[in-house]
């Protein structure tokens, strides 16, 4: 007998059984369908981490002071202080693979603009952060190297900002808010750009220049971090080796002595949390695959009552010249029928979930065509290897007691 | 002389029940000729059951030779078997055993879709032909659990015809039918017998001897008697004297 009747026949005895056919599909299609929509989300998530980190500069190294310390050995604060103006002139004079750099302080306060009143930080930087960070000055402008250099009591405030300080919607350029004690002049405001993938309000920023922060907010003589920009992302590697040897140097440290400083790129970063992401898919993959597999059991549990229930069937086909083959191949191709066409019923239905998820949690979702294949593929896997033991099972009867069987 | 569709020489199975050897056929010879219509008679127990799974090669036998229309079947394994049931033999079972939920025709095509030698539209028409022949030219797609006891073992016969069996092997073909409707089948028999078809009808019913060419007795696996039956009786004409039932 060839495949097209062994196929014939066993859709023939599906089709006798459809409600009992489509409840043990569902079993595979629900597990399908979870297996694609869990994969969709994943990769979704990930391709958005991937895009937020891009927007913020993939090529972004950040520079903190102190050793890398992971446990519990708090840091004393003067480890915190080790990072100089002094090692921001070394790195600007004598780096070769960095782009732009930035010292970073910041204070926390409150904002006040008469009645008005809101509480975040003042963002010492100096005029690079804005290349950085990959930002604009939307009205006004940024602050000069001059007023860097001198000081100056001047701010650019970030949406949130000046949403909270001139609710009325005045033109904020030129008034003079004050942080804590300190009036500054508003000389510009930031580009919009909402929340970020951790959930940070990113217009909830005010610069100013670093020298302010330090001389006039915290009176201090160390910045706390610097953020700088490699000229190849793909050299991060490289510009940090460089970097640490440029700061070592001016830290005076001997050979044995460990970094008093920390250097972390953004591709650092973005593996990090892609890495967590890539597990978290992982789980939801096979908690999902796990289901996949209850609906295999179903099939094999379907397919060995539809042997017992047929036996009389099989003796019959048995006893007008089937073969244990013949009868192997026609339940065979009963499972995998069942199995595959759930499989494509569930992509169906993985999609349309996917697509409910994007509209109605408004996730970023994306379905990737390899988790299509992969579960075709395991659908016809686990309609082969659920279905042989029913099958092998059926085409062993003995056609003189099957054809008697009651 | 006749071709020898079937030739048994001292047949012999036994069965290993536990301990104990249950010798079912204690050596059966005979010769069955194309053209006869043979009825192998014999209570329960008596070995017919499994003379009948013999010469329909399901079975085996322990010790003795069974040639099928000159094919030595003995030392033939499992799917040279499946392929000469398939070929040359026709069976009819007491409970028609048809599929369920299938049609008339399905049914009837079923052993040709196990030839591969035989297309779709030739196994349709074979099929239509048969029905035709077994009288439901009018029943072509009714479903097996649509017909009555008699139309549907009609359809048995039909499918036991389709392959152009050498041998027709029927195993209590009328046990489930009541007395109307065994004459009808009887009938629809000797029709076959008179066209040349050779058919073994094992039963219990002693009443049947008397409407077949030859009666071979059956008690505990030897053969009491093989005689000719020169004064066949027509079941047509006692099929026509019994009433209809009417409510």
């Known amino acids: 007998m060839n495949i097209s009747n062994s196929s014939k026949i066993a859709i023939k005895a599906l089709g006798n059984n459809k409600m009992r056919c489509f409840l043990t599909m569902l079993g595979v299609i629900i597990g399908v369908g979870a297996v694609i929509a869990m994969l969709a989300i994943g990769q979704g998530s990930k391709n958005s981490i991937k895009a937020q980190i891009s927007e913020m500069g993939s090529n972004m190294i950040m520079i903190m002071p102190g050793a890398e310390r992971r446990g519990g050995v708090r840091q004393s604060s003067e480890d915190m202080q080790t990072l100089k103006p002094a090692d921001y002139d070394a790195i600007v004079s004598q780096a070769t693979m960095i782009d732009r750099i930035t010292p970073m302080v910041s204070s926390s306060g409150q904002w006040v603009n008469g009645n008005n009143n809101y509480p975040s930080q003042a963002q010492g930087v100096n005029t690079q952060f804005l290349d950085i960070r990959q930002r604009k000055v939307a009205d006004g402008e940024m602050f000069t190297e001059a007023d860097v250099k001198t000081a100056a009591k001047v701010c650019v405030l970030g949406k949130t900002l000046v949403n909270n300080l001139f609710p009325d919607g005045t033109d904020p350029i030129g008034k003079i808010v004050r942080f804590g004690s300190i009036p500054l002049t508003v000389i510009g405001v930031l580009d919009e750009k909402g929340y970020n993938t951790m959930g940070q309000d990113q217009d909830d920023m005010a610069l100013v220049p670093y020298t302010t922060v330090m001389k006039r907010m915290l009176a201090i003589d160390y910045i706390q971090g610097l953020q700088a920009s490699a000229i190849d992302e793909n050299q991060t590697d490289a510009t940090i080796a460089e970097i640490t040897n440029i700061l070592r140097e001016s830290h005076k440290l001997r050979p044995e002595q460990e970094d008093n400083f920390t250097i972390r790129s953004m591709q650092e970063l973005a593996e990090m949390i892609s890495s967590t992401s890539s597990m978290m898919t992982v789980l939801l993959a096979a908690v999902a695959g796990i289901s996949l597999l209850v609906g295999g059991i179903g099939i094999m549990n379907i397919m060995i009552v539809s042997v017992t229930e047929r036996t009389r069937e099989i003796g019959l086909r048995m006893s007008i010249g089937a073969t244990g083959r013949d009868i192997m191949t026609q339940f065979l191709i009963e499972a995998v029928i069942i199995s595959v066409t759930g499989g494509i019923l569930g992509i169906l239905l993985g999609g349309v979930a996917t697509w409910m998820i994007k509209i109605i949690a408004n996730w970023p979702v994306q379905i990737d065509p390899f988790s299509v294949i992969l579960s075709f593929v395991v659908c016809t896997v686990i309609g082969i290897v659920f279905g042989f033991y029913p099958a092998a099972k059926a085409s062993n009867l003995d056609p003189i007691e099957a054809i008697r069987y009651e | ?247």
């Open chain 2, 1 to 247: 002389m006749a071709k020898e569709i079937i030739k048994v020489e001292n047949l012999k199975r036994h069965f290993k029940v536990g301990e104990e050897t249950v010798k079912a056929l204690r050596g059966v010879s005979f010769t069955i000729y194309e053209g006869e219509f043979v009825t192998i008679m014999g209570t329960s127990g008596s070995g017919k059951s499994t003379l009948l799974n013999t010469l329909g090669c399901l079975d085996t036998p322990t010790s003795g030779e069974y040639f099928l229309d000159g094919i030595p079947v003995k030392g033939m394994n499992k799917n040279e078997r499946a392929r000469i049931r398939n070929r040359k033999i026709g069976f009819i079972f007491q409970n028609y055993n048809l599929l369920p939920k299938t049609t008339a025709l399905e049914n009837v095509e079923l052993p040709l879709l196990y030839n591969p030698a035989v297309s779709a539209k030739e196994r349709a028409e074979r099929a239509e032909k048969c029905l035709r022949e077994v009288g439901l030219s009018e029943r072509l797609y009714h479903k097996s659990n649509q017909m009555s006891g008699g139309q549907q073992q009609r359809v048995a016969i039909a499918r036991a015809l389709v392959n152009n069996p050498v041998i027709i092997l029927a195993d209590e073909a009328t046990g489930n039918l009541d007395t109307r409707t065994s004459f009808s089948i009887l009938t629809l028999f000797q029709r076959l017998y008179r066209e040349g078809k050779t058919i073994i009808f094992v039963t219990h019913n002693p009443e049947i001897a008397l409407y077949s060419s030859r009666n071979i007795m059956l008690r505990d696996g030897h053969i009491v008697s093989d005689q000719y039956n020169n004064d066949i009786k027509s079941a047509e004409e006692v099929f026509r004297s019994l009433p209809v039932e009417t409510e």
